[in-house]
Protein backbone atom coordinates (compact mmCIF):
# COMPACT_ATOMS: atom_id res chain seq x y z
CA UNK A 1 0.00 0.00 0.00
CA UNK A 2 1.20 3.04 0.84
CA UNK A 3 1.82 6.80 -0.16
CA UNK A 4 4.15 8.19 2.05
CA UNK A 5 7.58 6.68 2.20
CA UNK A 6 10.34 6.79 3.46
CA UNK A 7 9.55 9.84 5.52
CA UNK A 8 9.78 11.27 9.12
CA UNK A 9 6.03 12.02 10.55
CA UNK A 10 6.59 15.22 12.85
CA UNK A 11 6.06 14.72 16.47
CA UNK A 12 2.56 15.22 17.84
CA UNK A 13 0.86 18.12 19.73
CA UNK A 14 -0.89 14.88 21.57
CA UNK A 15 -3.68 16.94 23.12
CA UNK A 16 -5.03 14.04 24.50
CA UNK A 17 -1.70 12.56 26.05
CA UNK A 18 -1.45 12.95 29.95
CA UNK A 19 1.55 14.30 31.74
CA UNK A 20 3.83 11.41 33.09
CA UNK A 21 7.19 11.16 34.71
CA UNK A 22 8.01 8.82 31.87
CA UNK A 23 7.91 9.81 28.60
CA UNK A 24 8.41 8.13 25.09
CA UNK A 25 9.88 9.15 21.76
CA UNK A 26 8.25 7.46 18.63
CA UNK A 27 9.24 8.21 14.93
CA UNK A 28 7.43 6.76 12.56
CA UNK A 29 8.94 6.04 8.74
CA UNK A 30 7.45 4.74 6.06
CA UNK A 31 3.84 4.32 4.77
CA UNK A 32 0.33 5.47 6.37
CA UNK A 33 -0.39 2.34 7.99
CA UNK A 34 3.00 2.74 9.96
CA UNK A 35 2.15 6.14 11.24
CA UNK A 36 -1.68 4.64 11.90
CA UNK A 37 0.23 2.32 14.07
CA UNK A 38 2.15 4.77 15.68
CA UNK A 39 -0.62 5.93 16.99
CA UNK A 40 -1.59 2.40 18.58
CA UNK A 41 1.52 2.06 20.41
CA UNK A 42 0.95 5.35 21.67
CA UNK A 43 -2.31 4.25 22.83
CA UNK A 44 -0.96 1.01 24.66
CA UNK A 45 1.13 2.87 26.03
CA UNK A 46 -0.42 6.16 27.43
CA UNK A 47 -3.05 2.94 28.77
CA UNK A 48 0.56 1.95 30.70
CA UNK A 49 0.99 5.32 31.98
CA UNK A 50 3.69 6.68 29.81
CA UNK A 51 4.00 10.72 28.51
CA UNK A 52 4.92 11.41 25.30
CA UNK A 53 7.82 14.01 24.01
CA UNK A 54 9.06 15.60 20.89
CA UNK A 55 12.45 15.87 22.27
CA UNK A 56 14.51 12.40 21.42
CA UNK A 57 17.18 13.83 24.17
CA UNK A 58 14.82 13.80 26.96
CA UNK A 59 12.80 10.51 26.47
CA UNK A 60 13.06 7.30 28.35
CA UNK A 61 11.72 5.59 25.33
CA UNK A 62 12.52 5.77 22.20
CA UNK A 63 10.57 3.40 19.30
CA UNK A 64 11.47 3.70 15.86
CA UNK A 65 8.42 2.69 13.60
CA UNK A 66 10.31 1.46 10.64
CA UNK A 67 9.54 0.11 6.74
CA UNK A 68 11.31 -2.41 5.01
CA UNK A 69 9.99 -1.70 1.09
CA UNK A 70 12.91 -0.84 -0.30
CA UNK A 71 16.99 -1.01 1.19
CA UNK A 72 17.05 2.79 1.12
CA UNK A 73 14.24 2.41 3.88
CA UNK A 74 16.21 0.27 6.11
CA UNK A 75 20.09 2.15 5.59
CA UNK A 76 18.10 5.05 7.36
CA UNK A 77 17.37 3.31 10.23
CA UNK A 78 20.94 1.70 10.91
CA UNK A 79 22.10 5.43 10.75
CA UNK A 80 19.21 6.75 13.19
CA UNK A 81 20.44 3.58 15.42
CA UNK A 82 23.99 5.24 15.73
CA UNK A 83 22.61 8.89 16.91
CA UNK A 84 20.59 6.76 19.77
CA UNK A 85 23.52 5.01 20.32
CA UNK A 86 25.24 8.31 21.35
CA UNK A 87 21.91 9.40 23.13
CA UNK A 88 22.20 6.22 25.47
CA UNK A 89 25.54 7.04 26.34
CA UNK A 90 24.78 9.82 27.95
CA UNK A 91 21.27 8.36 29.41
CA UNK A 92 22.25 4.93 30.37
CA UNK A 93 18.44 3.98 31.61
CA UNK A 94 17.32 4.98 27.79
CA UNK A 95 15.34 1.78 25.97
CA UNK A 96 15.13 1.90 22.40
CA UNK A 97 12.77 -0.42 20.51
CA UNK A 98 12.06 -0.94 17.27
CA UNK A 99 8.98 -1.95 15.64
CA UNK A 100 7.23 -2.47 12.22
CA UNK A 101 8.38 -4.51 9.45
CA UNK A 102 12.24 -4.00 9.63
CA UNK A 103 11.68 -5.24 12.40
CA UNK A 104 9.81 -8.36 11.88
CA UNK A 105 11.83 -8.90 8.47
CA UNK A 106 15.52 -8.67 10.69
CA UNK A 107 13.95 -10.29 13.53
CA UNK A 108 17.11 -11.15 16.18
CA UNK A 109 19.33 -9.70 13.36
CA UNK A 110 18.85 -6.14 15.00
CA UNK A 111 19.42 -7.47 18.28
CA UNK A 112 22.89 -8.96 17.35
CA UNK A 113 24.06 -6.24 14.59
CA UNK A 114 22.80 -3.08 16.95
CA UNK A 115 23.63 -3.19 20.13
CA UNK A 116 21.65 -0.39 20.86
CA UNK A 117 18.38 -1.90 20.57
CA UNK A 118 16.80 -3.93 23.73
CA UNK A 119 13.41 -4.78 22.12
CA UNK A 120 12.14 -5.30 18.59
CA UNK A 121 8.47 -6.01 18.18
CA UNK A 122 6.87 -6.78 14.62
CA UNK A 123 3.44 -5.40 13.61
CA UNK A 124 1.48 -7.96 15.07
CA UNK A 125 3.25 -7.66 18.81
CA UNK A 126 2.09 -4.15 19.91
CA UNK A 127 -0.27 -5.96 22.08
CA UNK A 128 2.68 -7.32 24.08
CA UNK A 129 4.42 -3.81 24.42
CA UNK A 130 3.95 -3.37 27.87
CA UNK A 131 5.45 -6.85 28.63
CA UNK A 132 8.32 -6.52 26.45
CA UNK A 133 9.18 -3.23 28.06
CA UNK A 134 8.84 -4.81 31.53
CA UNK A 135 11.44 -7.98 29.95
CA UNK A 136 14.00 -4.58 29.10
CA UNK A 137 13.58 -3.42 32.67
CA UNK A 138 14.40 -6.52 34.50
CA UNK A 139 17.61 -6.71 32.08
CA UNK A 140 16.84 -8.94 29.53
CA UNK A 141 16.58 -7.96 25.44
CA UNK A 142 12.62 -8.50 24.19
CA UNK A 143 11.65 -9.62 21.03
CA UNK A 144 8.03 -10.61 19.71
CA UNK A 145 7.76 -11.23 16.09
CA UNK A 146 4.99 -13.37 15.24
CA UNK A 147 2.86 -12.82 13.04
CA UNK A 148 -1.38 -13.20 13.97
CA UNK A 149 -4.25 -14.14 11.67
CA UNK A 150 -6.72 -11.96 13.69
CA UNK A 151 -5.07 -9.18 15.19
CA UNK A 152 -6.88 -6.27 14.03
CA UNK A 153 -6.35 -4.01 17.05
CA UNK A 154 -10.09 -3.77 16.90
CA UNK A 155 -10.62 -2.80 20.21
CA UNK A 156 -7.47 -0.68 20.95
CA UNK A 157 -8.01 3.30 21.26
CA UNK A 158 -5.38 4.99 19.31
CA UNK A 159 -3.38 8.19 20.05
CA UNK A 160 -3.73 10.50 17.31
CA UNK A 161 -0.37 11.72 17.25
CA UNK A 162 -1.18 14.79 14.25
CA UNK A 163 -1.12 18.37 15.93
CA UNK A 164 -3.94 19.21 14.06
CA UNK A 165 -7.04 17.76 14.67
CA UNK A 166 -8.53 17.86 10.97
CA UNK A 167 -7.81 14.44 9.41
CA UNK A 168 -7.16 10.75 10.62
CA UNK A 169 -6.57 7.32 9.81
CA UNK A 170 -8.78 4.68 10.92
CA UNK A 171 -7.16 0.70 9.93
CA UNK A 172 -9.66 -0.84 8.44
CA UNK A 173 -7.49 -4.23 7.80
CA UNK A 174 -3.97 -5.79 8.40
CA UNK A 175 -1.82 -7.91 6.21
CA UNK A 176 -1.87 -9.08 2.60
CA UNK A 177 -3.26 -11.77 0.56
CA UNK A 178 -1.37 -10.73 -2.78
CA UNK A 179 1.37 -12.00 -4.10
CA UNK A 180 3.30 -9.43 -5.91
CA UNK A 181 6.86 -10.79 -6.46
CA UNK A 182 8.63 -7.48 -5.98
CA UNK A 183 7.06 -6.96 -2.61
CA UNK A 184 8.10 -7.23 1.27
CA UNK A 185 4.70 -6.73 2.77
CA UNK A 186 2.90 -10.22 2.88
CA UNK A 187 6.28 -11.04 5.04
CA UNK A 188 6.35 -8.41 7.11
CA UNK A 189 2.60 -8.26 7.98
CA UNK A 190 1.16 -11.15 7.35
CA UNK A 191 -1.88 -12.78 6.17
CA UNK A 192 -4.59 -10.29 5.13
CA UNK A 193 -7.65 -9.65 7.89
CA UNK A 194 -10.27 -7.52 8.13
CA UNK A 195 -11.42 -5.69 11.62
CA UNK A 196 -15.37 -5.69 12.73
CA UNK A 197 -17.38 -2.92 11.03
CA UNK A 198 -18.67 -1.75 13.73
CA UNK A 199 -15.77 -1.23 15.53
CA UNK A 200 -14.51 1.05 12.72
CA UNK A 201 -18.14 3.06 12.48
CA UNK A 202 -17.70 3.78 16.47
CA UNK A 203 -14.00 5.43 15.55
CA UNK A 204 -15.04 6.79 12.84
CA UNK A 205 -18.21 8.39 15.18
CA UNK A 206 -15.68 9.03 18.07
CA UNK A 207 -13.03 11.15 15.49
CA UNK A 208 -16.72 12.93 14.37
CA UNK A 209 -17.29 13.99 18.03
CA UNK A 210 -13.46 15.02 19.15
CA UNK A 211 -14.35 17.56 15.53
CA UNK A 212 -12.09 15.68 12.93
CA UNK A 213 -13.31 16.29 9.45
CA UNK A 214 -11.42 13.93 7.09
CA UNK A 215 -11.00 10.42 7.58
CA UNK A 216 -8.65 8.38 5.76
CA UNK A 217 -9.61 4.53 5.87
CA UNK A 218 -6.92 2.37 5.49
CA UNK A 219 -5.82 -1.34 4.10
CA UNK A 220 -3.31 -2.80 1.69
CA UNK A 221 -6.17 -4.03 -0.76
CA UNK A 222 -9.33 -2.21 0.37
CA UNK A 223 -11.25 -3.70 -2.01
CA UNK A 224 -10.99 -7.40 -0.83
CA UNK A 225 -12.36 -5.75 2.85
CA UNK A 226 -14.92 -8.40 3.93
CA UNK A 227 -16.71 -8.78 7.34
CA UNK A 228 -19.58 -11.13 8.14
CA UNK A 229 -21.02 -10.15 4.46
CA UNK A 230 -20.24 -6.50 4.76
CA UNK A 231 -17.84 -5.57 1.91
CA UNK A 232 -16.03 -2.29 1.03
CA UNK A 233 -18.31 -0.63 -0.54
CA UNK A 234 -20.71 -1.90 1.95
CA UNK A 235 -18.61 -0.63 4.81
CA UNK A 236 -17.78 2.76 2.88
CA UNK A 237 -21.95 3.44 2.66
CA UNK A 238 -22.25 2.80 6.53
CA UNK A 239 -19.54 5.29 7.59
CA UNK A 240 -21.08 7.96 5.28
CA UNK A 241 -24.23 7.62 7.17
CA UNK A 242 -22.84 7.48 10.62
CA UNK A 243 -20.44 10.37 9.92
CA UNK A 244 -22.13 12.52 7.17
CA UNK A 245 -19.98 15.85 7.78
CA UNK A 246 -16.65 14.20 7.29
CA UNK A 247 -15.03 13.45 4.44
CA UNK A 248 -14.09 9.89 3.64
CA UNK A 249 -11.00 8.75 1.61
CA UNK A 250 -9.41 5.50 1.93
CA UNK A 251 -6.37 4.12 0.33
CA UNK A 252 -5.31 1.27 -1.28
CA UNK A 253 -7.18 -0.26 -4.03
CA UNK A 254 -6.08 -3.29 -6.10
CA UNK A 255 -7.01 -2.67 -9.87
CA UNK A 256 -7.35 -6.51 -10.20
CA UNK A 257 -10.02 -6.52 -7.42
CA UNK A 258 -11.41 -2.49 -7.82
CA UNK A 259 -15.33 -3.01 -8.51
CA UNK A 260 -17.97 -0.84 -10.30
CA UNK A 261 -19.72 -1.02 -6.88
CA UNK A 262 -17.46 1.28 -5.05
CA UNK A 263 -17.08 3.59 -7.69
CA UNK A 264 -21.31 3.89 -7.38
CA UNK A 265 -20.94 4.04 -3.87
CA UNK A 266 -18.81 6.90 -4.02
CA UNK A 267 -20.87 8.61 -6.32
CA UNK A 268 -23.99 8.64 -4.23
CA UNK A 269 -22.55 9.51 -0.97
CA UNK A 270 -21.59 13.71 -0.97
CA UNK A 271 -18.91 12.71 1.70
CA UNK A 272 -17.33 9.82 0.35
CA UNK A 273 -14.67 11.42 -1.83
CA UNK A 274 -13.34 10.60 -5.58
CA UNK A 275 -10.03 10.08 -4.92
CA UNK A 276 -8.32 6.89 -5.66
CA UNK A 277 -5.07 5.42 -5.35
CA UNK A 278 -4.43 2.99 -8.04
CA UNK A 279 -1.30 1.26 -8.20
CA UNK A 280 -0.26 0.28 -11.96
CA UNK A 281 3.48 0.20 -11.22
CA UNK A 282 3.97 -0.88 -15.06
CA UNK A 283 2.37 -0.77 -18.28
CA UNK A 284 3.70 -3.42 -20.06
CA UNK A 285 1.64 -6.73 -19.32
CA UNK A 286 5.05 -8.38 -19.46
CA UNK A 287 6.52 -6.75 -16.75
CA UNK A 288 3.21 -6.92 -14.54
CA UNK A 289 3.38 -10.81 -15.48
CA UNK A 290 6.81 -11.08 -13.96
CA UNK A 291 5.33 -8.48 -10.87
CA UNK A 292 2.09 -11.43 -10.89
CA UNK A 293 0.14 -8.51 -10.41
CA UNK A 294 -3.01 -10.23 -12.08
CA UNK A 295 -3.96 -8.07 -14.56
CA UNK A 296 -3.28 -6.30 -17.84
CA UNK A 297 -2.17 -2.69 -18.91
CA UNK A 298 -5.84 -2.80 -21.22
CA UNK A 299 -7.40 -4.22 -18.08
CA UNK A 300 -6.19 -1.16 -15.69
CA UNK A 301 -6.80 1.03 -18.75
CA UNK A 302 -10.85 -0.35 -18.63
CA UNK A 303 -11.18 0.47 -14.78
CA UNK A 304 -9.82 3.87 -14.82
CA UNK A 305 -12.22 4.45 -17.72
CA UNK A 306 -15.15 3.49 -15.04
CA UNK A 307 -13.29 5.66 -12.34
CA UNK A 308 -13.56 8.50 -15.08
CA UNK A 309 -17.17 7.94 -15.87
CA UNK A 310 -18.57 7.13 -12.50
CA UNK A 311 -16.58 9.94 -10.98
CA UNK A 312 -15.74 12.83 -13.31
CA UNK A 313 -14.30 14.84 -10.49
CA UNK A 314 -12.35 11.64 -9.77
CA UNK A 315 -8.61 12.07 -8.88
CA UNK A 316 -6.26 9.77 -9.77
CA UNK A 317 -3.19 8.40 -8.44
CA UNK A 318 -0.83 5.99 -9.04
CA UNK A 319 3.06 3.90 -7.70
CA UNK A 320 5.11 3.02 -10.17
CA UNK A 321 8.44 1.20 -9.57
CA UNK A 322 11.16 1.51 -12.75
CA UNK A 323 13.54 -1.23 -13.72
CA UNK A 324 12.04 -3.98 -11.91
CA UNK A 325 13.86 -7.47 -12.92
CA UNK A 326 14.00 -7.89 -16.75
CA UNK A 327 12.74 -4.78 -17.90
CA UNK A 328 13.99 -3.88 -21.10
CA UNK A 329 13.56 0.02 -23.04
CA UNK A 330 10.65 -0.83 -24.86
CA UNK A 331 8.70 -1.92 -21.67
CA UNK A 332 9.58 1.07 -19.76
CA UNK A 333 8.30 2.90 -23.24
CA UNK A 334 5.04 1.16 -22.34
CA UNK A 335 5.15 2.80 -18.53
CA UNK A 336 5.18 6.12 -20.11
CA UNK A 337 2.20 5.43 -22.69
CA UNK A 338 0.36 4.23 -20.05
CA UNK A 339 0.63 7.30 -17.95
CA UNK A 340 -0.38 9.29 -20.56
CA UNK A 341 -3.36 7.35 -21.79
CA UNK A 342 -4.46 7.48 -17.95
CA UNK A 343 -3.65 11.13 -17.59
CA UNK A 344 -2.68 10.43 -13.61
CA UNK A 345 -3.37 13.12 -11.66
CA UNK A 346 -0.48 12.32 -9.33
CA UNK A 347 2.25 9.75 -9.29
CA UNK A 348 4.46 8.21 -6.99
CA UNK A 349 7.94 6.78 -8.54
CA UNK A 350 10.22 4.34 -7.11
CA UNK A 351 13.39 2.50 -8.32
CA UNK A 352 13.30 -1.11 -7.67
CA UNK A 353 14.59 -2.53 -4.72
CA UNK A 354 15.33 -6.16 -4.59
CA UNK A 355 13.74 -7.17 -1.07
CA UNK A 356 15.32 -10.83 0.16
CA UNK A 357 13.21 -13.62 -0.27
CA UNK A 358 10.25 -12.04 -2.19
CA UNK A 359 9.38 -14.18 -5.25
CA UNK A 360 11.09 -11.55 -7.39
CA UNK A 361 14.37 -12.20 -5.39
CA UNK A 362 14.03 -16.36 -5.73
CA UNK A 363 12.76 -16.29 -9.80
CA UNK A 364 14.71 -13.41 -11.26
CA UNK A 365 17.74 -11.40 -11.49
CA UNK A 366 18.05 -7.46 -10.63
CA UNK A 367 19.67 -7.20 -13.29
CA UNK A 368 18.66 -3.25 -14.99
CA UNK A 369 21.94 -1.48 -13.74
CA UNK A 370 21.26 1.76 -11.44
CA UNK A 371 22.34 4.14 -14.16
CA UNK A 372 19.45 2.61 -16.13
CA UNK A 373 17.22 2.82 -13.26
CA UNK A 374 18.06 6.17 -12.01
CA UNK A 375 17.72 7.66 -16.04
CA UNK A 376 14.07 5.52 -16.01
CA UNK A 377 12.93 7.16 -12.64
CA UNK A 378 14.26 10.67 -14.16
CA UNK A 379 11.76 10.13 -17.26
CA UNK A 380 8.85 8.95 -15.20
CA UNK A 381 9.61 11.94 -12.86
CA UNK A 382 9.84 14.43 -15.86
CA UNK A 383 6.53 12.97 -17.12
CA UNK A 384 4.74 12.73 -13.85
CA UNK A 385 5.19 16.45 -12.95
CA UNK A 386 3.92 17.31 -16.74
CA UNK A 387 1.07 15.87 -15.78
CA UNK A 388 0.24 17.00 -12.46
CA UNK A 389 0.33 20.43 -13.82
CA UNK A 390 -1.72 19.86 -16.64
CA UNK A 391 -3.67 18.39 -14.14
CA UNK A 392 -3.57 21.26 -11.83
CA UNK A 393 -4.19 23.72 -14.71
CA UNK A 394 -7.27 22.01 -15.67
CA UNK A 395 -8.42 23.12 -12.43
CA UNK A 396 -8.26 26.97 -12.60
CA UNK A 397 -11.28 29.13 -12.55
CA UNK A 398 -13.41 26.06 -10.75
CA UNK A 399 -14.29 25.81 -7.85
CA UNK A 400 -13.88 23.54 -5.20
CA UNK A 401 -14.71 22.78 -1.13
CA UNK A 402 -11.16 23.09 0.25
CA UNK A 403 -10.75 21.19 4.01
CA UNK A 404 -8.08 23.67 5.37
CA UNK A 405 -5.48 22.20 7.63
CA UNK A 406 -2.74 24.84 8.72
CA UNK A 407 -0.96 27.92 7.58
CA UNK A 408 0.98 27.52 4.62
CA UNK A 409 4.82 27.09 5.13
CA UNK A 410 5.66 29.75 1.88
CA UNK A 411 3.54 32.51 3.12
CA UNK A 412 1.94 31.87 6.78
CA UNK A 413 -1.24 34.15 6.04
CA UNK A 414 -2.12 31.50 4.14
CA UNK A 415 -3.81 28.62 4.70
CA UNK A 416 -3.10 24.71 3.31
CA UNK A 417 -5.50 22.60 2.61
CA UNK A 418 -7.03 19.60 0.57
CA UNK A 419 -10.00 19.89 -1.83
CA UNK A 420 -12.91 17.82 -1.77
CA UNK A 421 -11.22 15.45 -4.54
CA UNK A 422 -7.76 14.98 -2.75
CA UNK A 423 -5.27 18.13 -4.40
CA UNK A 424 -3.49 19.75 -2.18
CA UNK A 425 -4.66 23.39 -2.31
CA UNK A 426 -3.39 27.11 -1.17
CA UNK A 427 -5.64 29.25 0.26
CA UNK A 428 -4.45 32.90 -0.07
CA UNK A 429 -5.04 35.21 2.87
CA UNK A 430 -7.26 32.99 4.68
CA UNK A 431 -5.53 32.58 7.79
CA UNK A 432 -6.47 35.29 10.27
CA UNK A 433 -9.73 34.67 9.23
CA UNK A 434 -10.46 30.65 9.17
CA UNK A 435 -8.99 28.19 11.38
CA UNK A 436 -8.13 24.80 11.06
CA UNK A 437 -11.20 22.21 10.18
CA UNK A 438 -12.82 25.10 8.39
CA UNK A 439 -15.03 23.87 5.00
CA UNK A 440 -14.60 27.08 2.20
CA UNK A 441 -15.51 27.63 -1.31
CA UNK A 442 -12.16 27.97 -3.26
CA UNK A 443 -12.19 29.41 -6.42
CA UNK A 444 -8.75 28.15 -8.11
CA UNK A 445 -7.02 31.13 -9.68
CA UNK A 446 -3.63 29.51 -10.30
CA UNK A 447 -1.58 26.30 -10.37
CA UNK A 448 1.74 24.95 -10.14
CA UNK A 449 2.81 21.11 -10.65
CA UNK A 450 2.75 21.06 -6.27
CA UNK A 451 0.01 22.74 -5.36
CA UNK A 452 -3.03 24.40 -6.62
CA UNK A 453 -3.94 28.56 -5.56
CA UNK A 454 -6.98 29.88 -4.72
CA UNK A 455 -8.92 32.51 -3.07
CA UNK A 456 -12.10 32.64 -1.05
CA UNK A 457 -14.72 32.17 -3.09
CA UNK A 458 -17.74 32.41 -0.77
CA UNK A 459 -16.41 34.13 3.08
CA UNK A 460 -19.09 31.80 4.95
CA UNK A 461 -17.47 28.71 5.87
CA UNK A 462 -19.59 25.27 4.47
CA UNK A 463 -18.32 23.92 8.29
CA UNK A 464 -16.59 25.80 11.03
N1 LIG B 1 11.10 -1.83 -4.83
C1 LIG B 1 10.64 -0.63 -5.23
N2 LIG B 1 9.39 -0.20 -4.96
C2 LIG B 1 8.58 -1.03 -4.29
N3 LIG B 1 7.30 -0.90 -3.91
C3 LIG B 1 6.96 -2.02 -3.23
N4 LIG B 1 7.98 -2.88 -3.18
C4 LIG B 1 9.01 -2.29 -3.85
C5 LIG B 1 10.33 -2.69 -4.14
N5 LIG B 1 10.81 -3.89 -3.78
C6 LIG B 1 6.47 0.26 -4.21
C7 LIG B 1 5.23 -0.14 -4.99
C8 LIG B 1 4.15 -0.06 -3.98
C9 LIG B 1 4.64 1.07 -3.13
C10 LIG B 1 4.00 1.11 -1.78
O1 LIG B 1 6.01 0.84 -3.01
O2 LIG B 1 5.04 0.80 -6.01
O3 LIG B 1 2.88 0.21 -4.54
FE1 LIG C 1 4.23 0.10 5.08
FE2 LIG C 1 5.61 -2.03 5.91
FE3 LIG C 1 5.06 -1.77 3.38
FE4 LIG C 1 6.83 -0.14 4.46
S1 LIG C 1 7.01 -2.36 4.20
S2 LIG C 1 5.21 0.44 3.08
S3 LIG C 1 5.93 0.13 6.47
S4 LIG C 1 3.58 -2.05 4.98
Known sequence: ????????????????????????????????????????????????????????????????????????????????????????????????????????????????????????????????????????????????????????????????????RVSAYISIMRGCNNMCSFCIVPFTRGRERSRNWESILQEAQDLAAKGYKEITLLGQNVDSYHDRGVRFAQLLARLAEAV?????????????????????????YPNLTPYIHLP??????????????????AWYLQRVEAIRRYLPQAVLSTDIIVGFCGETEAEYQETLALMRAAAFDSVYHFMYSERPGTLAAR??????????????????????????????RRQVGTVHLALLEKPARKDPRDMAGRTFSGQAVVVRQAADRYPPSTILKVRIVEATSATLIGDVADPSPVSP
Open 1 to 164: MALAHARVFGQPALQEATPSPYKAYIETYGCQMNFADSELVAGILQAEGYGFTTDPQEADLVLLNTCAIREHAEEKIWQRLKYFQSLKVRRPHLLVGVLGCMAERLRKKLLEEAPVVDLVAGPDSYRHLPQLIRQVESGAKAIHVLLSREETYADIAPLRLSPH
Open 244 to 268: PQVWIRFATSHPKDMQDEVLETIAS
Open 280 to 297: VQSGSDTVLQRMNRGYTA
Open 363 to 392: RYKDDVPLEVKKARLEGVIALAQELNLESH
